[in-house]
């Protein structure tokens, strides 16, 4: 069984961690891959958006199983790609079509499909350039803080919530007249803000049945306390203390069903995972988001807390038969601690060296922004490197992950010191 797993960060690296786990024993090659995949598998050195260049190392290394981490290629349509090929036919492949893709490729489209689907999510409206002045006399209308997203994909940075109401008008502005997001932000859903606390839930379709994988709450701010700059994510914890069963309930109830019909009734290629971002108010569930892959760095909690065999699961859900599946979920805790580098997620520097890995004990260590150079492990991105551990309770979990963050190693670590502050 020959496994490729697209990606380079600490979602690809838990992936290929607990693949390697499998008694099919696989043999796993992750592309691009990173300084901690090389240790499970074969790292291939190519461009994601190069469609042809990954069936070429498809064709070469006879892949029998195609994991997409990342979104951004399933939004341009790497399963369609596939699927029109008849020499791909057996290749099967864990990830949206183009169209189910567009759940997270566009922030419009999912409120569209959650207003359809009749699930829980804010008050919205969608605007553009040309009604930026309407788009003004609705942020009147609403309370703050005032939420604004822009309609495409901005590397989980495209969200601002702000306090001031002529401040978020002078954003909108930056957002739809001046591209702050590039094209991402030539449309921008305004939504209403709804005070709780969020959380994520993961499930794992094959477009009719699903397993909902264990869930988890991650940390975007930068800073502690939840202040700063939004990032792709500085540590995260499974379970989440404040989720009982009752809740889990309506989640499923209310939020997934609804969610996974829909997937079935628009017709979707979608064999993959579905990543709901949920908001909790007063004990009730309401969708932000939906991300049509794992989230990072949620993966590095979820993917310790599987018990059963993940390969085994993907394959039956490629194959449709999601159903016969029976998941087991460990009852411990499991946190992660993000190191990041300094100055991130503004500008940053990558290169470092980085030092220290042998003294830690008790503790994963996921890859996400590094590779390896004359023998050296070095900072290659934003992100570095996640710290998950294992305990009896949060509180257990957590100081082990924090013990080994100060442990590790290179010139302008950083990280947050109070990830489960809130619990």
Known sequence: MNVLILGSGGREHAIAWKINQSKQNPKIFIAPGNAGTKKLGINLQVNLSDFDALANLVEIHQINLLVVGPEAPLVEGIVNYFRALSKFDKLKIIGPDAAGAQLEGSKDFAKEFMAEFNVPTARYKTFDSKTIEQAYAFLETLNPPYVLKADGLAGGKGVLILNNLEQAKVELANMLLDEKFGKASSQVVIEEYLDGIEMSVFVLTDGKDYLILPEAKDYKRIGEGDTGLNTGGMGAISPVP???SNLMQKIEDSIVKPSVAGLNKRGFNYKGFLFIGLMIVENNPFVIEYNVR?????????????KSDLLSHLLACSNGKLAEEKLEIDDRFATTVMLVAGGYPEKYEKGKPMLGFEKVSDSMLFHAGTTEKDGEIITNGGRVL????YGNNMKEALSKSFANASTIDYHGKYYRKDIGFDL
């Open 294 to 306: 794992m989230g990072d760095p949620e993966t590095e909690v979820v993917m310790p807390r599987i």
């Open 386 to 389: 996640a710290i998950t551990s």
């Open 242 to 244: 404040f989720v009982n």
